[in-house]
Every structure is written in structure tokens, then in C-alpha cells.
């Protein structure tokens, strides 16, 4: 199992008002893991859909907060693919702080192999 490593830095328009990243935004990190993930293994999204026409439908999309991350705190997104079938791929991912390695979210999102009408292929 390949885990790949996306770093970023908390953004301040990505914290709310106590300084602490809101909740929404651990989910766009973990797309940024799963497009480095993609990409790291030699493919990349744009080609998929551009040239293939298949697209990866996020079904389901799961986060347990176990710590929060903080405007400019730097951390480490882990992607790996858990589980892939005929139809169906399981992303899962760990984000953790990138100085002491603290665990923060974990989470994983199960996408559906589809065409450009959104029908399963």
C-alpha cells in the first residue's frame, strides 16, 4: 500500500475567527492528496476525464476530527488507495501536523468509476 505525501501550509481565509481550519476545509486537502496521489502513480485527472472520459464520482465522504490544525501551521496530507474494485475505489487519508507529527483528521472518501453522463462503468 503507497502512500503519498501532500504538504500545505493553513491559509488564513481557511481558519475561522478563533484561528482553528473549519471543519469543510479538510476535505479539499484530502482531493489535493488524492490528485498527488494520481499524479505521483502516472496519471493524471485532467487526462482521465479530458481524454477517457472517466471520472472518479465521490459517493461517499467520511472525516473524524481527532485534532485541529491552525492558521499557518504546515501539515502532511497522506493519501493511499485502500481499497479498489470493478466500480468502485476507496481513497483513505491521514492529516497530521507537520512538526510533531500529531494526528489531526483522519477521513476517506469511496468514489464510482463513471462516463460523462454519469453513468457507471
Same mark, same amino acid.
Given at each position: 500500500m503507497?502512500?503519498v505525501?501532500?504538504?500545505?501550509r493553513v ?5 475561522d475567527q +478563533?484561528?482553528v !481550519?473549519?471543519y ?6 484530502m $482531493?489535493i492528496?488524492r490528485?498527488?496521489? %494520481?499524479?505521483?502513480l502516472? @496519471?493524471?485527472?485532467r487526462? +482521465?476525464?479530458?481524454?477517457?472520459? /472517466?471520472?472518479?464520482a !465521490?459517493t461517499d465522504?467520511? %472525516? ?6 491552525r @492558521?499557518?501551521?504546515e501539515?502532511? !496530507?497522506?493519501?493511499? +488507495? ?6 468502485? /475505489?476507496? @481513497?483513505?487519508?491521514? /492529516?497530521?501536523h507537520? $512538526? ?7 477521513? $476517506?472518501? /469511496?468514489?464510482? !468509476? %463513471?462516463n ?6
Amino acid at each position: 500500500m503507497r502512500r503519498v505525501e501532500s504538504r500545505l501550509r493553513v491559509r488564513y481565509a481557511e481558519s475561522d475567527q +478563533m484561528g482553528v !481550519v473549519y471543519y469543510a476545509n479538510y476535505f479539499v486537502w484530502m $482531493e489535493i492528496g488524492r490528485v498527488d496521489y %494520481c499524479s505521483q502513480l502516472g @496519471f493524471e485527472y485532467r487526462d +482521465m476525464e479530458a481524454a477517457d472520459g /472517466i471520472f472518479l464520482a !465521490v459517493t461517499d465522504a467520511r %472525516c473524524r476530527y481527532r485534532g485541529a490544525a491552525r @492558521f499557518h501551521d504546515e501539515i502532511r !496530507v497522506l493519501t493511499w +488507495m485502500s481499497e479498489s474494485r470493478s466500480r468502485t /475505489i476507496r @481513497f483513505s487519508y491521514e /492529516i497530521r501536523h507537520a $512538526e510533531d507529527d500529531r494526528l489531526l483528521p483522519t477521513g $476517506e472518501t /469511496i468514489h464510482t !468509476v %463513471c462516463n460523462r453522463d454519469g453513468k457507471t462503468v
